[in-house]
Structure formats: structure tokens, C-alpha cells
């Protein structure tokens, strides 16, 4: 962290089962920038993560047909601090499940978030490239 704050560089957050402990961390540092990716806390951790001014992600679990409740958790995030990833080569889509995960998976995984947001799979993927561009790449 130190060094992403020096260098003025995204940190990515994997937080399974510690997003009360990053978000304490994180919240000590201002300015810093990144996602938590692979996302799966409660609505309120979520809210206080995009406050901080981070984004979320989340992967292929989003397919697997027992994901109800998450949906309903992404359902809740605005589009616009959303990103996609695979988690390669873990957390692989329902068409895919118990295979490696890999980036050719990926439109499985956007068109899941697509319906999630109602929105058409275009636009998610315009959204997510503009996420993706303003995060890394400070566009």
C-alpha cells in the first residue's frame, strides 16, 4: 500500500473474509485508488468501499445458479463502479464450472451482470471499459 501510495498506482483488494479489516486499513489512507475485486461482502461494507472511492468486482459465481443473494448484492451497485474480471483461473462461470477460468469466459460473466442491471451487454461492456480505463490508466 505504501508503495501504490507513492507511486500514485490502483492497489486490488482481495478481501475474502477480511473486508471489515481492509476497509479500516484503507480508510487511514486517503486518496488512495483501486477495486475490491472478487467482492462478496454485505450491502453496507459494499457502500462503505464505494464511499472510500473504490470499485467492485466480482467473477463467474455470479452465474452459478445458488447466487440469488449476490445478484441481489450487485443489483445495488451503480454501474459506473462496477468492473468485470474473471478471477482466473478460479471461480470459472456456471457454463464452465469446475474448469480453469480464463478471459475468453467473459462475455458469460458480463452478459450475467448485464441482466443484473438491466441493462443491454453493450452498454455494461462500455461502462466497464471506461471503469477500467479510469482506474488504471487515470482517463
Known amino acids: 500500500?505504501?508503495?501504490?501510495?507513492?507511486?500514485?498506482?490502483?492497489?486490488?483488494?482481495?478481501?475474502?473474509?477480511?473486508?471489515?479489516?481492509?476497509?479500516?486499513?484503507?480508510?487511514?489512507?486517503?486518496?488512495?485508488?483501486?477495486?475490491f475485486h472478487c467482492f462478496s461482502?454485505?450491502?453496507?461494507?459494499?457502500?462503505?468501499v464505494l464511499e472510500m472511492g473504490f470499485f467492485?468486482?466480482?467473477c463467474g459465481q455470479i452465474t452459478f445458479p445458488n447466487a440469488g443473494k449476490l445478484r441481489e448484492?450487485?443489483?445495488?451497485?451503480?454501474?459506473?463502479?462496477?468492473?468485470l474480471e474473471t478471477d482466473c483461473p478460479f471461480l470459472a462461470p456456471q457454463k464452465h464450472r469446475g474448469e480453469r477460468n480464463e478471459p475468453a469466459y467473459m462475455p458469460f460473466i458480463a452478459e450475467k451482470y448485464a441482466e443484473v442491471?438491466?441493462?443491454?451487454?453493450?452498454?455494461?461492456e462500455k461502462i466497464t471499459t471506461r471503469n477500467?480505463?479510469?482506474?488504471?490508466?487515470?482517463?
Open 1 to 35: 500500500l505504501d508503495l501504490a501510495e507513492t507511486l500514485e498506482l490502483p492497489v486490488v483488494i482481495h478481501s475474502r473474509d477480511a473486508t471489515s479489516q481492509c476497509i479500516e486499513i484503507l480508510s487511514g489512507r486517503g486518496g488512495m485508488k483501486g477495486a
Open 41 to 48: 461482502s454485505n450491502p453496507e461494507k459494499a457502500k462503505r
Open 56 to 58: 467492485i468486482s466480482c
Open 73 to 83: 448484492k450487485f443489483a445495488r451497485i451503480p454501474p459506473e463502479k462496477f468492473m
Open 117 to 124: 442491471f438491466n441493462i443491454p451487454v453493450e452498454e455494461l
Open 132 to 139: 477500467a480505463e479510469r482506474l488504471f490508466f487515470g482517463i
